[in-house]
């Protein structure tokens, strides 16, 4: 069975950092690209990053880059995403999401991490 | 990619259908002749379900009585006979234009 376990969520100071992490289980995480994709409190959803099955192809979105820093472990099926410089405009649930089949087919998705910043 | 959904609310009664619209901004085809619309169901506090993915093809698990169909820029999501289990909100995504975009959501609730 799939499955993804988001970790590292929490309330942090405007400026600060937060590290995310998904541990994933029940498939072959290597030959999978894998993304972050948040929703703020009550809103809709917003892809934010994603990485290749091959750590090459990395890809931020416009409202994350310069600040957030996705990898991944394949030795230890996990995904991470480096929060730093973090905004009030951040708070959302962190889902990390497998894709696959073709362009972002997200078949599956974690439970989410919340993260909140706030002073 | 803009994506605009309608409506954003949907009141629907047991066992009756509902219907979903979503609008691309620009036509969802890419080059390999696919079509990345994809559609999810999130109950409240539970993350994303993906149900159709490119326009119309069913997730395992997916009953039959949610459909999808559309080209081009408009796609419709199609629930029959409603259940009580088919409450929460229903996005549109698209994965064909970079960077992946998402519908505003639409939220069904039983009349």
């Known amino acids: ?119 | 990619v803009a994506m605009t959904q309608s409506p954003l609310s949907l009141p629907v009664t047991l066992g009756q259908s509902a219907s979903i619209s979503c609008r691309s901004s620009q036509s969802l085809v890419y080059s390999d002749g696919n079509t990345y619309l994809n559609w999810f169901h999130q109950r409240p506090g539970q993350s994303p379900r993906r149900l159709i993915y490119k326009v119309s093809n069913r997730d395992s698990g997916v009953p039959d009585r949610f459909s999808g169909s559309g080209s081009g820029t408009d796609f419709t999501l199609e629930i029959s006979r409603v259940e009580a289990e088919d409450v929460g909100v229903y996005y549109c995504m698209q994965g064909t234009h970079w960077p992946p975009t998402f519908g505003q959501g639409t939220k069904v609730e039983i009349k």
């Open chain 1, 1 to 119: 069975e799939v499955q993804l376990v988001e970790s590292g969520g929490g309330l942090v100071k405007p400026g600060g950092s937060l590290r995310l992490s998904c541990a994933a289980s029940g498939f072959t995480f290597s030959s999978y690209s894998m993304h972050w994709v948040r929703q703020a409190p009550g809103t809709g959803l917003e892809w934010v990053s994603s990485i290749g099955s091959i750590p090459t192809y990395i890809y931020y979105g416009d409202s994350v880059r310069g600040r957030f820093t996705i990898s991944r472990d394949n030795a230890k099926n996990s995904l991470y995403l480096q929060m730093n410089s973090l905004r009030a405009e951040d708070t959302a649930v962190y889902y990390c999401a497998r894709e696959s089949g073709g362009l972002y087919l997200f078949d599956y998705w974690g439970q989410g991490t919340l993260v909140t910043v706030s002073s």
